[in-house]
């Protein structure tokens, strides 16, 4: 899986809205459950359209639910991954399970337990929150310059036919994750796997996702127990307009998977922005609805 390096998170003041990075318990009372939501795009054959999708991922004490609601056409759930995954870390084997979740208003921890072991790593997203109240498509400035664009994209960004004059209505408000885990780890599934015979075949591909011109770097190492499992990372640099970027993938079983990679510690996300972007498209549920109805009223 690729990751985009150059995005963190905001608070920021405009004189359109007061939007503040909220601490727990800012928009209610303690809870054993949160709702994310967003929207994605898919291709629905039957109409030989585009499909978009509502997806609420909750996360509740106990357990982890994914819905999707077709917004236009029908959108395909093939890449919604919703299934367990094993991680590999430096000597280490576990899996992260939709099980023993716990929940603590917006902090949700999921433990990966080792294999044939009751021992467990830490890991857990707490959701900072960002009032989206009175925001239009103008909160973000884009540039071909990736060092001049800033301030917060949301789903009125991606969802361009909406009207720049629409605006979040009162009580809208998206969630910025940061990640905390006790060691740095690679996770896959099923969904993950890929063709290739080899990490090495792999790295080979992975390093012809962008132009010959863009610079990159690429690492090998071993992880899981006693270290014999393969993997490897594909860095791609800035370059002109676009950001860094981090492929990951493992081969684990005599199959290749394209991996997630979680560092060891916690994220640094934004601090403000208006020298830099925060990704707003994780949002509750008011401003769900209303992404909603903008999106099936203007697509």
Same mark, same amino acid.
């Given at each position: 899986?690729?990751?985009? !390096?150059?995005? =963190?998170?905001?608070?920021?003041?405009?004189?359109?809205?007061?939007?503040?990075? /909220?601490?727990?318990?800012?928009?209610?009372?303690? %809870?054993?459950?949160?709702?994310? +939501?967003?929207?994605?795009?898919?291709?629905? %054959?039957?109409?030989?359209?585009?499909?978009?999708?509502?997806?609420?991922?909750?996360?509740?004490?106990?357990?982890?639910?994914?819905?999707?609601?077709? !917004?236009?056409?029908?959108?395909?759930?093939?890449?919604?991954?919703?299934?367990?995954?094993?991680?590999?870390?430096?000597?280490?084997?576990?899996?992260? /399970?939709?099980?023993?979740?716990?929940?603590?208003?917006?902090?949700?921890?999921?433990? !990966?337990?080792?294999?044939? +072991?009751?021992?467990?790593?830490?890991?857990?997203?707490?959701?900072?929150?960002?009032?989206?109240?009175?925001?239009?498509?103008?909160?973000?400035?884009?540039?071909?310059?990736?060092?001049?664009?800033?301030?917060?994209?949301?789903?009125?960004?991606?969802?361009? /036919?909406?009207?720049?004059? *629409?605006?979040?209505? #009162?009580? $809208?408000?998206?969630?910025? =994750?940061?990640?905390?885990?006790?060691?740095?780890?690679?996770?896959?599934?099923?969904?993950?796997?890929?063709?290739?015979?080899?990490?090495?075949?792999? !790295?080979?591909?992975?390093?012809?996702?962008? %132009?010959?011109?863009?610079?990159?770097?690429?690492?090998?190492?071993?992880?899981?127990?006693?270290?014999?499992?393969?993997?490897?990372?594909?860095?791609?640099?800035?370059?002109?307009?676009? =950001?860094?970027? #981090?492929?990951?993938? *493992?081969?684990?079983?005599?199959?290749?998977?394209?991996?997630?990679?979680?560092?060891?510690? $916690?994220?640094?996300?934004? +601090?403000? %922005?208006?020298?830099?972007?925060?990704?707003? +498209?994780?949002?509750?549920?008011?401003?769900?609805?209303?992404?909603?109805?903008?999106?099936?009223?203007?697509?």
């Amino acid at each position: 899986m690729n990751r985009w !390096i150059a995005i =963190p998170s905001v608070c920021f003041l405009t004189t359109l809205a007061l939007i503040g990075c /909220e601490e727990d318990g800012a928009y209610g009372t303690a %809870s054993s459950e949160i709702t994310l +939501t967003s929207f994605a795009n898919s291709y629905d %054959s039957k109409a030989n359209a585009t499909a978009i999708a509502r997806i609420d991922e909750t996360y509740r004490t106990g357990a982890r639910e994914i819905k999707t609601t077709n !917004i236009i056409n029908s959108y395909s759930n093939q890449s919604l991954n919703d299934l367990d995954r094993t991680v590999l870390a430096d000597d280490f084997e576990g899996r992260l /399970e939709n099980k023993n979740i716990e929940v603590n208003n917006r902090m949700v921890k999921r433990p !990966i337990y080792e294999k044939n +072991t009751n021992n467990q790593l830490d890991y857990e997203t707490t959701y900072k929150t960002l009032n989206l109240s009175g925001l239009r498509a103008n909160s973000y400035v884009a540039s071909a310059n990736i060092n001049n664009r800033y301030g917060i994209i949301t789903d009125l960004n991606n969802y361009s /036919e909406i009207p720049t004059n *629409v605006a979040f209505p #009162e009580g $809208s408000v998206c969630y910025i =994750p940061v990640v905390t885990s006790e060691r740095s780890f690679l996770a896959f599934n099923d969904k993950n796997k890929t063709g290739y015979a080899s990490i090495e075949r792999w !790295i080979d591909v992975a390093k012809t996702r962008f %132009s010959a011109d863009r610079d990159h770097r690429t690492s090998q190492f071993g992880v899981g127990e006693g270290n014999q499992q393969q993997a490897a990372q594909v860095m791609f640099f800035e370059y002109d307009d676009q =950001p860094a970027y #981090e492929y990951s993938g *493992v081969e684990y079983e005599k199959d290749v998977y394209e991996a997630n990679y979680v560092a060891k510690g $916690s994220t640094d996300p934004n +601090t403000d %922005s208006r020298f830099d972007v925060v990704d707003c +498209t994780i949002v509750n549920e008011v401003a769900g609805d209303f992404l909603a109805e903008q999106i099936k009223r203007y697509y």
